[in-house]
């Protein structure tokens, strides 16, 4: 598994945008970022994904670096709705690894009004 | 429906009772997954099953038992826990195996 580092903690102001860094310098060839959030009292939820092109869904941006050690995650305007944890996932899924994911540490997002 | 349930929400139980924890989903997901999360700690994985049959075991004691009865269902059965086992239970399901949709969890206490 891939080893990620995440700032234990960020704050952000709402209605601004919001960037959350994740470095996986020991990501493999194969491996998917995955990004899930985890809102106070519920089961993590999946934000987005992504390969090598940088994505975009109605949640969230994902900007991945070129050689790929390193990802962003964006919300383009934070809401009070967005704090939570928020964990990056470096992971090969499907095939024999069937959903394999393993959290690490996470950022905790705190949003202010 | 697109959601995973759990049932119980909340359990408690002695170290010598026998409980079991229920997650259904009727999306056709074909994998399912149960986590384990501590208070203030990120989920870990426990046990994967993929077309009902168990494909990932964690080295989990055998104090838990999963259980896959039908393609929408997945039991985990508790007996002679400690009270160190006392944690979120998270359990999840997944179409293709790289989207994981979570259900709320059972928060467990041992006495």
């Known amino acids: 598994d891939a080893k990620t580092t995440q700032p234990n903690s960020m704050e952000s102001n709402e209605e601004e945008p919001v960037h959350l860094p994740c470095n996986h310098s020991?990501?493999?060839?194969?491996?998917?970022i995955h990004w899930y959030r985890q809102l106070p009292s519920q089961g993590p939820e999946y934000v987005i994904h992504g390969l090598t092109s940088n994505v975009n869904n109605r949640m969230a941006s994902l900007a991945i670096a070129e050689d790929r050690k390193s990802s962003t995650l964006i919300l383009h305007r934070a809401t009070l709705r967005d704090a939570a944890v928020y964990y990056c996932i470096p992971e090969t899924m499907g095939g024999t690894s069937y959903g394999k994911l393993t959290f690490g540490q996470g950022t905790i997002l705190t949003v202010h009004p | 429906d697109t959601e995973v349930t759990q049932t119980p929400k909340h359990l408690v139980m002695g170290m010598t009772n026998k409980k079991s924890l229920k997650c259904e989903q009727h999306m056709g997901h074909r994998a399912m997954y149960w986590y384990k999360q501590k208070a203030k700690k990120p989920p870990e994985l426990m046990f994967v099953y993929s077309y009902e049959k168990l494909s990932i075991n964690e080295s989990v004691p055998s104090r838990f038992s999963p259980e896959c009865p039908n393609s929408s269902l997945l039991n985990l059965h508790l007996h002679a826990l400690q009270p160190e086992d006392s944690a979120l239970y998270l359990c999840?399901?997944?179409?293709?195996?790289?989207?994981?949709?979570f259900g709320p969890g059972t928060r467990l206490l041992v006495l």
């Open positions: 999840a399901s997944s179409q293709d195996g790289e989207i994981l949709l």
């Open positions: 020991t990501i493999s060839g194969t491996d998917y």
